[in-house]
């Protein structure tokens, strides 16, 4: 697979609060034009907090293109200019489950629908977590329910994909599998000096 494609020009179709709809000129490695509907997104994060016991707190709140309610990881557009993605990701924290994090970390940066859309969404893990102030804007806010849901539980919700979005497959999958690694490796540091404190004596 080789040759490179290029945008030629676009032309806006909508311009909405959030999202721009523009129709794109393109032209292929062959030199062939071709056009195609783009949806312009500013880029979103989200957050899966997991508290001590392992629990995932998430969010089931409408969602008008779903028709209904999804359960969701906590999750926010980057619509604040200039603001870095893991302040966004703080401040989505606790607005939606009035939640702080002691530590957060990026697990993934992705595109949400390449095919037509250019979101990119970050995702993040976030623990050590203390309950503060909630900060709801919006119904759909003001309505969601927060859930509690074990880490050991997800492969049996995942049967049901329909109640969740995508990315928050994915988060609870890396989550799951970042701080599995984690305590693995704390296990193994406490025998290794476990073992170390026995040969001393």
């Not at 990119?120 to 900060?135: F, I, S």
């Not at 804007?137 to 927060?146: K, L, Q």
């Not at 979005?165 to 890396?174: E, H, M």
Request: glycine share 8%; net charge negative; with cysteine.
């Amino acid at each position: 697979m080789g040759g490179n494609f290029s945008a030629l020009e676009e032309s806006d179709v909508y311009r909405g609060w959030v999202i721009r709809v523009a129709k794109g000129r393109f032209c292929d490695p062959d030199g062939n034009a071709f056009e195609r509907d783009v949806v312009h997104h500013p880029g979103a994060v989200a957050v899966v907090p997991v508290d001590d016991a392992g629990n995932a707190i998430l969010v089931s709140q409408f969602r008008a293109a779903a028709g209904g309610e999804v359960l969701e990881v906590p999750a926010g557009t980057c619509d604040v200019p200039g603001e870095a993605r893991i302040v966004t990701a703080r401040r989505e924290l606790q607005e939606e489950v009035g939640l702080l994090a002691g530590r957060i970390e990026e697990l993934a940066t992705v595109y949400n629908s390449p095919g037509i859309l250019d979101q990119v969404t970050t995702v993040y893990l976030a623990t050590e977590l203390t309950r503060c102030e909630r900060n709801v804007s919006g119904p759909e806010e003001r309505w969601m329910t927060i859930r509690e849901v074990p880490l050991t539980t997800i492969d049996l919700l995942q049967r049901d994909s329909r109640a969740f979005d995508a990315v928050t497959l994915l988060g609870l999958n890396l989550a799951r599998d970042v701080l599995n690694r984690r305590q693995s490796a704390d296990v193994s540091a406490s025998d290794a000096s476990a073992r170390d404190l026995s040969q001393d004596r």
